[in-house]
């Protein structure tokens, strides 16, 4: 969080948002993260509106989806903060076309193990 009681980030992810129907993230000011810009263009390409705004923790209940963002983990949904419970408790529909948008780019551009 900033001074400002936002939420922006972890030690190596970032967050994200589900308010109102737009997704939102913080728009500086936080890790640039490789993954955090892949899930963005994804965002828009699937026609997301997508508002570049940390979201204030005074929010965080009225949130319908959130989730993380880290090149180690992917996309990863967040069911709970603190105290309250984040939409319906289980990862919504915005966080898992995300997460398989994601994953199937990240397949599309890996390359394969080969064994010697």
Request: a neutral charge; glycine letters at 12%; hydrophobic letters at 45%.
């Amino acid at each position: 969080m900033d001074a400002a009681g936002r939420v922006l980030e972890g030690a190596s992810s970032n967050f994200f948002g589900v308010l109102d129907g737009c997704l939102r993230t913080a728009g500086a000011g936080v890790l640039a993260g490789v993954t955090r810009g892949v899930v963005l263009t994804l965002a828009r390409e699937a026609g997301l509106e997508t508002v570049p705004e940390a979201v204030p923790l005074a929010q965080v209940p009225r949130l319908s989806e959130a989730f993380l963002t880290s090149s180690s983990r992917g996309v990863v949904p967040i069911v709970r903060v603190d105290d309250h419970v984040i939409g319906t408790g289980a990862p919504g529909p915005v966080t898992q076309r995300l997460g398989a948008l994601y994953e199937a780019r990240r397949l599309a551009y890996a390359e394969p193990i080969t064994t010697a």
